[in-house]
């Protein structure tokens, strides 16, 4: 602004931190801003690129100024202008660092801010306790809204797989292989013997005559055998005898 705005406000009793109010008449929009410096020539106000965008205002318009009272902002709501905006590591504290540069926020406005060699702009939704507030020295709360164009990522439920245990084949010791059982080998009816009956059966004796298995024979011994006396034989001597010559 030029110094002239400086002396004119100085005879007044203004607040500070100095707070105006910007109309541009010919489209009926109004926006809120600080000042940065009074060394501009007389008749003429410099602003910023995306401030004269809210004005709809050209370069060489007419702007009408007014200073101005405003509270101070407890809350703030903001709507990126572009899902580019979701890239940033941590935007919230992006969005607080570049908030120092400004000096008051007005609902409906778009503002840019500059990160890593890019402008990102946002429209403020939404200001509390008023539709234009003072962020200078406050503690405000900030929130987001979705970003212009943004759509969310389609969610597909994936059912878990339910986990197979021992899904390998094993290995017998003897080489067969697993689950293959020999087939019996078939009976010849010649094979199948019955019992005997017992035809010397007394009432109160059960006998039972198995001929399944074999019945071991008797050997039979000698009677030299069974009187068979253990050291009954005659003794040698380790020592030879003497022959007489």
């Known amino acids: 602004m030029p110094p002239s705005a400086l002396d004119q406000l100085s005879r007044l009793n203004i607040t500070y931190p100095m707070l105006f109010k910007l109309t541009n008449k010919n489209s009926d929009r109004m926006t809120h801003c600080g000042v940065l410096e009074f060394v501009a020539d007389e008749g003429i106000c410099y602003l910023p690129h995306w ?3 809210n004005l709809l205002l050209e370069e060489g318009g007419l702007v009408q ?3 101005v009272n405003l509270m101070v902002a407890t809350y ?3 709507q990126p202008q572009s899902p580019d905006f979701l890239d ?4 919230k504290a992006v969005l607080e660092n570049a908030l120092r540069n400004f000096a008051c926020l007005t609902t409906g406005d778009v503002i840019a801010i500059n990160y890593n060699e890019k402008i990102y702009e946002l429209r403020v ?4 306790p008023d539709k234009a507030v003072s962020i200078i ?3 405000m709360n900030v929130d987001f809204d979705a970003p212009l164009g943004y759509k969310e990522p389609e969610r597909h ?5 339910e986990p197979t245990a021992f899904t390998g084949s094993g290995n017998r010791l003897d080489g067969k292989k697993k689950g293959i059982e020999p087939s019996p080998a078939p009976l010849d009816p010649s094979d199948i013997k019955r019992g005997i009956p017992n035809y010397d059966f007394k009432i109160g004796r059960i006998t039972f005559i198995r001929n399944s298995r074999q019945q071991p024979r008797k050997i039979e011994t000698d009677d030299t055998a069974s009187n068979f006396i253990a050291f009954s034989g005659e003794g040698q001597s380790l020592r030879k ?3 007489k010559p």
Do not use: G, H, L
């Open 88 to 91: 940033i590591t941590n935007p």
């Open 137 to 139: 020295e406050c503690d």
């Open 157 to 161: 439920m994936q059912r878990p797989e």
């Open 65 to 67: 100024v007014e200073s």
């Open 51 to 53: 401030m004269m965008q």
């Open 241 to 243: 005898k003497d022959r």
């Open 76 to 78: 703030s709501k903001f």
């Open 125 to 128: 939704m939404e200001t509390k």
